[in-house]
């Protein structure tokens, strides 16, 4: 009988294969670096290009002052409180309006839509992320925008309703797709388990799987509200733009025009003078706005990261 040769090189295949799964590997691991690093210097560039603004104006007036006039003849004001409340405004406007459809949505199409229907629904819905925002703001101008006027009886509809409106139809698509994975996602023990006591089929959605896939909810309600805070076009085209300080507040206010972090950097960033204190301003409302969004994304992940951790 022929003795069989063992040796300790194993074949050439295994080698191809775990140098292969090395580069994937690399190549992953430099994508994720180059991410974190554009976000370290963009971070960085913000924070560099506004302490020019901090060095005239006072960072306390800055984050408390209610008057933002930078090319006043008397005395420059940069106070970012109107902005702030008109951006915290819109943002919880359009949640109010997209959480309810959106859950209600997604629950749809977890539970009660056919495999059929949920198949078309739920791509035909994601896509309505791919609408330009400036389509969007185009059909607040020509057709939300007059409905809201003549509803309320005002001179315009350029306000801040109008801006949660449109708002809301961009924060849906987010907040249906990522609420219907974490609906899926519950056991359907759960289901059993209710419908076995007598819970009907509503019952059982309601207060057995929204409750148990409430962090995945309310990590797609906060992506959905970062995409509403981070929004430049729609609110530009929708809210009026009017930098004053909103009145009347609540209900009153949602009929005025407003004016979002964004909306002003992007009227004021193309007609500043470079190198003057404007300019610099500008880019310190870059900087909060870009805290503000990286914190709730920051506390959106952290939320998701736990509830994939509890159902896993």
């Known amino acids: 009988m022929k003795a069989i040769a063992l040796t300790d090189n194993p074949p050439k295949r295994l080698f191809s ?67 702030l409340v008109s951006t915290f405004m819109v943002t919880v406007g359009a949640l109010a309006i997209a959480i309810p459809i959106g859950i209600g949505a997604a629950a749809y199409l977890s539970d009660v839509a056919s495999p059929r229907v949920r198949e078309i629904l739920k791509p035909t819905i994601e896509m309505l992320a791919a609408v330009p925002s400036v389509v969007i703001g185009f059909l607040g101008i020509v057709f939300v925008g007059p409905l809201i006027a003549k509803f309320f009886n005002i001179y315009n509809g350029l306000n801040a309703i109008n801006g949660s409106v449109l708002l809301a139809v961009m924060a849906l698509p987010t907040i249906i797709s990522i609420s219907e994975d974490a609906l899926s996602s519950v056991p359907y ?55 004053a300080m909103p009145e009347g507040f609540p209900f009153e206010a949602f009929l005025g025009s407003v004016r979002t972090l964004t909306s002003s950097i992007a009227i004021e960033l193309g007609e500043v003078a470079y190198n003057t204190t404007h300019y610099y301003a500008l880019f310190a409302l870059g900087l909060v706005l870009f805290v503000i969004t990286f914190v709730i994304n920051l506390i959106s992940d952290i939320i998701l990261h736990n509830f994939e951790k509890v159902h896993r």
């Open 189 to 243: 023990s759960y289901d059993q388990a209710s419908l076995a006591l007598g819970a009907t089929k509503w019952q059982t959605v309601i207060r057995v799987k929204i409750p148990a896939a409430l962090s995945g909810i309310i990590a797609a309600c906060m992506l959905g509200m970062g995409r509403a805070i981070g929004e430049t076009m729609t609110v530009l085209m929708a809210t009026g733009c009017a930098p």
């Open 17 to 83: 294969t775990a140098f292969k799964d090395k580069c994937v590997h690399a190549v992953f691991f430099i994508n994720g670096m180059l991410v974190v690093l554009l976000l370290g210097g963009i971070f960085l560039l913000l924070i560099q290009t506004s302490i020019p603004a901090f060095q005239e104006v006072s960072i306390v007036e800055f984050l408390t002052s209610t008057n933002w006039n930078p090319t006043s003849y008397v005395k420059a004001s940069y106070g970012i409180i109107p902005m």
